[in-house]
Structure formats: C-alpha cells, structure tokens
Antibody
Framework: EVQLVESGGGLVQPGGSLRLSCAASGFTFSTYWMHWVRQVPGKGLVWVARIDNDGSSTAYADSVKGRFTVSRDNAENTLYLQMNSLRVEDTAIYYC?????????WGQGTLVTVSS | QLVLTQSPSASASLGASVKLTCTLSSGHSDYAITWHQQQPEKGPRYLMKLNSDGSHTKGDGIPDRFSVSSSGAERYLTISSLQSEDEADYYCQTWVSGTQGIFGGGTKVTVL
C-alpha cells in the first residue's frame, strides 16, 4: 500500500525556517517525481514545488522561489521541503503528492503556521 | 498562461446527478485533467484522470458513480446517484510541461 506521511509542521515566526518531511512507503520511491502542494485553511490547493526522481531537477512556484528548497533522500525514502524566510502568507497545510500517469497519491498533510 | 476555471458551487438532491465543469484557458484545450475530491476537514483524494485522448484512469476504490468526459476546452466530472458523502470540494488540476502543477479554484458540491 502506498503511503505518504508528512511531518515537521508547526508554529514559526516570520523570517524563520522550517523543514518538512514526507516519508514514503509501499512503492519504489527512487523512480517517481514528487511534489509539494499547499492549502491555506478554507482556500484552494496550490502547487509549490517538484523534484524529479533522482533529485537532479527541481521546479518551484513563483511565490516560493528563492526561499524554499525541495530535496529527497532516496536511500531513506523521504522527500523534504526546506522553507526559509517564512512569511505570514506561507501559513498553510502542506501536502506531498505523487502523480505519475494517473497513479496519484496524497499525504495527509502537515500544518505550518507563520505568526509572531 | 494556462488557467483552469471552475464554478464555485454546485448542488443537487440526494440520489440525483451533478456535472462539474473545468474550463481550460484559450490555447490549452488538449491538456489532460485530474480530478481530486476533498471532503470536509480531510485531505485531498485522487478521483480520476482524463487523458487528452479521452481515456481515463480511476483512483483506488472510486465508485462507478464518478465519471469523466470532455468537449473542446471543457472537462467534466459527473457524479451520479449522489450520496451524502459526496458533499465535498472538487478540484481539477493539470501539469504544465509535465512539471508545474495548476489547480482550478475548486467547486463546492452540496447535497440537498
């Protein structure tokens, strides 16, 4: 069974940093591109970042470019999102997502709150 | 720039059908679309993917009451025999250059 389990969310002050993790199981993690998607509570889904299967290529939404870094450890079957220079508007639930040719799986999400 | 447009809300009676629309912006009418469901207080759940050739794939355990179709730049998700648990937000989504995700604004479905 494919499972994606996010962790690392919490309360952080504006300007601070946080690293999210997404532990993957039930599939060969190293063969899949992975994504981060976020959702402000009560609002819609927004794509944040993508990393290819070996970590050699990444892409970001304009709103996080230069502040967030997506990475992965294929030996540990884990996806990461390093978030720096956090802003109040980064407050959201962050989900990891695997989407490959109609095989789509979501994690349960982790809440990040940026507030003073 | 690719934009996906969804109506904010839709409603239908228990046991009836509802058809949700996702419209691709001009010049992007050949994109595949994925539909996701988000029930209240839950994370998103993959429903179905409609490919540009009309074929589709369905998520694990998704009932046959859910179906997809398309016409031109419009992509549809039809829910038949509406159940109370179908009350949720429904998002369409696609990939630009296979790498950047685009989501529609979502449609809130109310079961009357």
């Amino acid at each position: 069974e494919v499972q994606l389990v996010e962790s690392g969310g919490g309360l952080v002050q504006p300007g601070g940093s946080l690293r999210l993790s997404c532990a993957a199981s039930g599939f060969t993690f190293s063969t899949y591109w992975m994504h981060w998607v976020r959702q402000v509570p009560g609002k819609g889904l927004v794509w944040v970042a993508r990393i290819d299967n070996d970590g050699s290529s990444t892409a970001y939404a304009d709103s996080v470019k230069g502040r967030f870094t997506v990475s992965r450890d294929n030996a540990e079957n884990t996806l990461y999102l390093q978030m720096n220079s956090l802003r109040v508007e980064d407050t959201a639930i962050y989900y990891c997502l695997r989407d490959w040719h109609g095989e789509v799986y979501w994690g349960q999400g982790t809440l990040v709150t940026v507030s003073s | 720039q690719l934009v996906l447009t969804q109506s904010p809300s839709a409603s239908a009676s228990l046991g009836a059908s509802v058809k949700l629309t996702c419209t691709l912006s001009s010049g992007h009418s050949d994109y595949a679309i994925t539909w996701h469901q988000q029930q209240p207080e839950k994370g998103p759940r993959y429903l179905m993917k409609l490919n540009s050739d009309g074929s589709h794939t369905k998520g694990d355990g998704i009932p046959d009451r859910f179906s997809v179709s398309s016409s031109g730049a419009e992509r549809y998700l039809t829910i038949s025999s509406l159940q109370s648990e179908d009350e949720a937000d429904y998002y369409c989504q696609t990939w630009v250059s296979g790498t950047q995700g685009i989501f529609g604004g979502g449609t809130k479905v109310t079961v009357l």
